[in-house]
C-alpha cells in the first residue's frame, strides 16, 4: 500500500481480554518495528522483524506481548490478558533495510497512524 | 540505562523567528541521530538525520551534532505556524541497528503568529 496501515485504529477492551492489533507496511519494506507511545512520551520500542524473523523482541514488557510476521508483510502483535497499564498507542513502523537502502540510507522509519489501545 | 534527554517546553517563538530544539544523550557509541516531528494525534515523521559531527542543513532546518558533548540540536530558521508540532530526538540504541531507538519525550513547539 502507499503507507503503513494498522488496525484497529482504536480498540476498548475489558481487563483480561486478549487483544490482536495489525500492521500491514509498505510495499517492498523489509523491516517492520513495532513501539508503544504513552501520552506526552516518546515511542518506546517493543520488538522487529526482517522480513519473516523476529530480530529483537528486548522491548516487549513481559511474556503476555507477543508478535509475529509469519510471511514477512502483515505483522500481528498479541497482548493476552491486558491489564490497565498496557493502555497506550500502538505504533508500526517500516523500513527499508539498510544494505537495500543504498549508498545514503536515512534510516528512516515509515509510521503508521497507530493502534490506540484502551484497556478499562 | 541508555537515555534521551529533551526540554518538554512548551518552547514558544513568534513567526520568522529562529527555533533552538535540543537534545543530550546518554550512551557514547551512538552513531545515528534523528529528529522527527510529530503532529498532535499524528504519527512521527523524519525530518532530519545526521551521522557526522558539524552540522547539516536541509532547508530551513540544521542539524548540529557534537559527539564529545553527546549533544544534538536542531534549528528551524524563519518559523512558521505550521511547524507548530512536537519535536523528537531519537538515538540508535543498537551499533548494528540505527533504526532500533531510543526517544526523548519530545519538545513542544509553538510559533505565534
Known amino acids: 500500500g502507499a503507507g503503513v496501515s494498522q488496525s484497529p485504529r482504536y480498540k476498548v477492551t475489558k481487563r483480561g481480554q486478549d487483544v490482536a492489533l495489525r500492521c500491514d507496511p509498505i510495499?517492498?519494506?523489509?523491516?517492520l518495528y513495532w513501539y508503544r507511545q504513552a501520552l506526552g512520551q516518546g515511542p518506546e520500542f517493543l520488538t522487529y522483524?526482517?522480513?519473516?524473523?523476529?530480530?529483537?523482541k528486548s522491548g516487549l514488557p513481559n511474556d503476555r506481548f507477543s508478535a509475529e510476521r509469519p510471511e514477512g508483510s502483515i505483522s500481528t502483535l498479541t497482548i493476552q490478558r491486558t491489564e490497565q497499564r498496557d493502555s497506550a498507542m500502538y505504533r508500526c513502523?517500516?523500513?527499508?533495510?539498510?544494505?537495500?537502502?543504498?549508498?545514503?540510507?536515512?534510516?528512516?522509519?515509515?509510521f503508521g497512524e497507530g493502534s490506540r489501545l484502551t484497556v478499562l | 540505562q541508555k537515555e534521551v534527554e529533551q526540554n518538554s517546553g512548551p518552547l514558544s517563538v513568534p513567526e520568522g523567528a529562529i527555533a533552538s530544539l535540543n537534545c543530550t544523550y546518554s550512551?557514547?557509541?551512538?552513531?545515528?541521530f534523528f529528529w522527527y516531528r510529530q503532529y498532535s494525534g499524528k504519527s512521527p515523521e523524519l525530518i532530519m538525520f545526521i551521522y557526522s559531527n558539524g552540522d547539516k542543513e536541509d532547508g530551513r532546518f540544521t542539524a548540529q551534532l557534537n559527539k564529545a558533548s553527546q549533544y544534538v540540536s536542531l534549528l528551524i530558521r524563519d518559523s512558521q505556524p505550521s511547524d507548530s508540532a512536537t519535536y523528537l530526538c531519537?538515538?540508535?540504541?543498537?551499533?548494528?541497528?540505527?533504526?532500533?531507538?531510543?526517544w526523548g519525550l519530545g519538545t513542544s513547539l509553538a510559533v505565534n503568529p
Open positions: 550512551d557514547r557509541g551512538s552513531q545515528s
Open positions: 522483524f526482517n522480513y519473516e524473523a523476529q530480530q529483537d
Open positions: 513502523a517500516s523500513s527499508l533495510a539498510a544494505r537495500l537502502a543504498g549508498g545514503l540510507d536515512t534510516g528512516e522509519l515509515f
Open positions: 510495499s517492498g519494506h523489509v523491516s
Open positions: 531519537a538515538v540508535n540504541s543498537d551499533a548494528g541497528n540505527n533504526r532500533k531507538l531510543i
